[in-house]
């Protein structure tokens, strides 16, 4: 019995489309050609498929339980086609991904969790970088590829937004201007700040951490340094400690929070951007696997903020 796969995928569609005529369209070939194999896989099965009449084509109670055995077969070759294709993509090896803390939340949890599950060969170790390695580890090679927010002020390092959010000011929650809706950067005009330490990995010593003090500013005017941090707990106790105020990411009323903080809405700041980031040069499997399965989650929806 020769029945080849062109035989089911003919039959199938006329029997879903109940016509020869939507068949020929959907499969982009002649209704001749399509009728001429139908009939060759009836006359191979010696039995009537499909009854022809003038209002279109109906299935035979042959037809009917040929058809159901026939779905079943189309889906299992396409599973394995698929099965196929995913085993000649699969990477193996090992994989250090870099987390500024920065960047912390649901959406690299949730992008890491993705990526071994498509690459269970890939033995994934995570690494947090504090405020002062805003590069995550790429520079010094002690991470593959980061999780980090921009900018980052590095020669070779390939950056891919994957989200954004909105950027809220960190005050401590006895300050006069902690119970308002949102403020402006004119309303926290003369407040010292905390700022990062400067970069210690590399990168431009002050760039990373002139973004989040709003440096340079449309007037002219500098940014008062109240207290310097290099890691989250640091830079918590002095808002707290009244030392100065900040900007961070919404998310990190969720993430970092604490008591003696208040979270307040910036109106008129730009958002910050959560991305992924890689050296230029480094086109191995496992890297570039990595980055084409995690900015395909994040732009399939895993989640549009951190």
Not at 63 to 79: C, I, K, N, P, V
Not at 104 to 117: I, M, S, V
Not at 231 to 249: F, K, M, Q
């Amino acid at each position: 019995m020769n029945i080849e796969l062109r035989h089911l995928r003919y039959f199938t569609a006329v029997a879903e489309e109940s016509s020869f005529t939507g068949a020929a369209h959907r499969m982009h070939v002649t209704q001749q050609v399509l009728s001429a194999q139908v009939r060759q896989l009836e006359e191979i099965l010696g039995v009537q498929l499909l009854e022809r009449t003038s209002r279109g084509v109906a299935l035979t109670p042959a037809g009917a339980a040929f058809l159901e055995t026939t779905r079943d077969t189309l889906a299992s070759l396409d599973r394995a086609v698929a099965a196929a294709h995913n085993a000649a993509r699969a990477v193996s090896g090992e994989l250090t991904v870099g987390l500024s803390v920065a960047a912390g939340g649901a959406l690299p949890t949730a992008l890491l969790a993705a990526f071994q599950q498509a690459e269970p060969g890939v033995e994934v170790r995570l690494r947090t970088f504090e405020l002062d390695q805003p590069a995550a580890g790429l520079l010094d090679h002690s991470a593959d590829a980061a999780f980090l927010r921009p900018p980052v002020a590095a020669p070779g390092i390939r950056i891919r937004q994957l989200a954004e959010e909105p950027r809220v000011f960190v005050l401590p929650s006895g300050h006069p201007l902690a119970g308002q809706q949102s403020l402006k950067m004119a309303d926290v005009a003369g407040l010292p700040w905390i700022v990062a330490a400067e970069a210690t990995d590399g990168s431009h010593p002050s760039r990373w951490r002139d973004e989040w003090v709003v440096q340079p500013r449309p007037g002219g005017d500098q940014p008062i340094v109240g207290g310097v941090a290099r890691t989250i707990d640091e830079w918590r106790e002095l808002v707290v400690a009244g030392r100065g105020i900040s900007l961070c990411p919404a998310s990190a009323e969720i993430y970092y929070a604490r008591p003696g903080l208040a979270f307040v809405a910036a109106e008129g700041v730009p958002p910050t951007a959560l991305c992924l980031a890689w050296r230029a040069g480094d086109t191995g499997p496992v890297v570039q696997r990595f980055v084409h399965v995690v900015t395909a989650q994040a732009h399939a929806g895993t989640g549009t903020a951190p």
